[in-house]
């Protein structure tokens, strides 16, 4: 019986599907997915920078100086765009939930950036600025800042600036940072946006700036309205962000193998501000998010420790010894020595003797009148 026709066509399709090869990417896609791969060491991490539905001249400077400091792991956007991060829509479309959060997944993903900081300026916030970061293409966190004060790096006309790619020393200071949970997930952001290159050794001249991050809680605030602390208890602690420029000099009173004395200059960019909204990890997400892998994980080792100064220190579990029966291997030097030894302790003895029987001979004569060598004559 003949084949009916579509019993041909899938006989067709099979033939088809043997012969021809499944393309391969050209060398182009093989390196970007080679470079989206998981890495057990991560490079810097991107951040991007953009403006909201509508960005003030000051807040602008906020995203230049912001491009400067994280130079050359930065991105600028100049263009406005209508997202609403915290409302989860966005004004014109108004469609979904989520839809401010799937714009900034899809813009950090677009730009190949797991960082982001997008500035707006409106009425009821003025001078919002909006840090947050992701994993996995997906939003993991923010914090929105409202700042009150700013000094841009262009107002320090004649100090000096960080070198591009320069790591920076970043200090902490006040109690929140370390008691409170916002201030300290938002320390661990600030972290991220500027610890730059990871780097296992640093020189001097690499380390050439300090942020220093001091919160201080203003009472006046809560003593005038007492709804502040009800509402938002993060309203009464502002933070002072300062950047100096580490100047390095001679040591006056050192030697010249000293280490030199670092002088601190302000360079900007300086700006206090107050934490208004966040939105952070649960706690399965960040632990997904903080496990590392196997290769990574230093194992320990057991009855080893590292002193206050550095020191290795190990501790040896041995079995009891008895010296006695060890028989270690002698060496040449040692059977000399044991020979000479031993031939002077012969002589010795052979001197012992002879006085001993000289004694004894002398004694014999002088009891009875005549030696024992007259007697065997």
Not at 52 to 70: E, K, V, Y
Not at 97 to 104: K, R
Not at 203 to 210: A, P
Not at 291 to 313: C, D, L, M, W, Y
């Amino acid at each position: 019986m003949a084949p009916t026709p579509q019993q041909l066509h899938q006989l067709h399709k099979k033939k088809l599907s043997r012969t021809t090869k499944q393309k391969q990417p050209n060398a182009r896609v093989q390196r970007y997915l080679k470079k989206q791969e998981s890495q057990l060491i991560e490079p810097a991490r991107q951040i991007l920078l953009l403006k909201g539905i509508r960005c003030s001249d000051a807040m602008t400077t906020i995203l230049r100086d912001f491009r400067s400091m994280n130079a050359p792991h930065s991105k600028l956007l100049l263009k406005n765009n209508a997202i609403v991060a915290f409302d989860g829509h966005n004004y014109e479309t108004a469609g979904g939930d989520d839809e401010g959060i799937n714009s900034l997944e899809f813009l950090t993903t677009k730009n190949d950036c797991s960082l982001f900081a997008m500035a707006s300026h409106n009425k009821k916030r003025p001078n919002n600025l909006i840090l947050g970061r992701t994993f996995n293409r997906t939003l993991l966190d923010m914090a929105e800042l409202g700042i009150s004060y700013y000094k841009s790096i262009a107002d320090y006309k004649l100090a000096l600036k960080k070198r591009i790619g320069s790591k920076p020393m970043l200090y902490f200071a006040g109690d929140l940072w370390e008691h409170q949970s916002d201030f300290m997930k938002l320390r661990n952001l600030l972290m991220d946006v500027y610890r730059g290159d990871p780097v296992s050794k640093l020189i001097l001249s690499g380390v050439d700036h300090l942020i220093a991050f001091t919160v201080s809680e203003l009472p006046s605030l809560t003593a005038a309205n007492p709804n502040i602390q009800q509402s938002n208890p993060n309203a009464r602690a502002v933070v002072h962000m300062r950047t100096f420029f580490v100047k390095l000099k001679k040591n006056p009173t050192g030697d010249s193998d000293s280490a030199p004395v670092p002088f601190l200059v302000p360079c900007g960019p300086d700006m206090d501000y107050q934490l208004r909204r966040t939105q952070f990890a649960s706690p399965d997400i960040w632990k997904q998010a903080m496990k590392q892998p196997k290769q990574n994980k230093s194992k320990k080792v057991k009855n080893h420790k590292t002193n206050i100064f550095g020191e290795t220190i190990g501790r040896l579990h041995l079995e009891k010894q008895d010296i006695d029966k060890m028989g270690g291997k002698k060496s040449k030097a040692l059977r000399v020595a044991h020979k000479v030894e031993k031939a002077e302790e012969s002589e010795k003895l052979e001197v012992e003797l002879k006085s001993e029987k000289n004694q004894m001979e002398g004694e014999f004569k002088q009891t009875y009148g005549f030696d024992e060598t007259d007697m065997e004559k």
